[in-house]
């Protein structure tokens, strides 16, 4: 099973990720997927593989992503290589834009993870990382998430201690190995 990590801004999904992979790093059933962007490794957010534009055209003609998007002025792509972890059985755990949900579920069994929190601490969130004007916050806060209809969702409130966010997601993660397990 694919589960697709999805979440607005300042929700906390690349810190309550970190947390999780640690978590079940020796865990043979997960995989916990590094994304291809091109953004230089020194820009700061969660770790990826840098590349190139020139470079992640290249690898995307090659048929090396299994999904990619564009967004943000970036590129970013989730390697072909999920797929064989996914004929075996194991849990694919990547962090995928709104945009390619519909596409993975038409040729993945796949659940949707939402990492949300309110308004008030995603602002606060968002506020904090000094990246964004007042005015850009507001513009993101003011974004509806909307999903395709038919996903298969499970929601994380990630409003107290990231510790806490984590042990949410590894129950939902732990259930969906279970499910993937049954099916």
């Given at each position: 099973m694919l589960v697709a990590v999805v979440g607005p801004s300042g929700a906390g999904k690349d810190t309550l990720m970190e947390l999780a992979r640690a978590q079940l790093d020796s865990d043979p059933r997960f995989r916990f997927v590094q994304r291809a962007i091109t953004r230089p490794a020194e820009a700061g957010g969660e770790a990826h593989r840098p590349l190139g534009v020139a470079e992640f055209e290249a690898e995307c003609e090659a048929g090396g992503f299994a999904l990619h998007w564009d967004v943000h002025g970036l590129r970013y792509g989730i390697p072909r290589d999920i797929e064989a972890d996914l004929a075996a059985g194991r849990v694919v755990v990547a962090n995928l834009s709104r945009s390619v949900l519909a596409d993975a579920a038409s040729r993945y069994a796949l659940r949707v993870l939402v990492v949300t929190a309110p308004i008030a601490v995603l602002a606060a969130r968002l506020a904090a990382?000094?990246?964004?004007?007042?005015?850009?916050?507001?513009?993101?806060?003011?974004?509806?998430?909307?999903?395709?209809?038919?996903?298969?969702?499970?929601?994380?409130?990630?409003?107290?201690?990231?510790?806490?966010?984590?042990?949410r997601v590894v129950a939902a993660l732990t259930r969906a190995a279970e499910d993937a397990r049954r099916s």
């Open positions: 990382r000094g990246r964004e004007t007042p005015e850009d916050i507001a513009a993101r806060l003011a974004r509806e998430m909307r999903l395709a209809p038919g996903l298969d969702v499970v929601t994380v409130m990630n409003d107290a201690t990231p510790e806490d966010g984590a042990a």
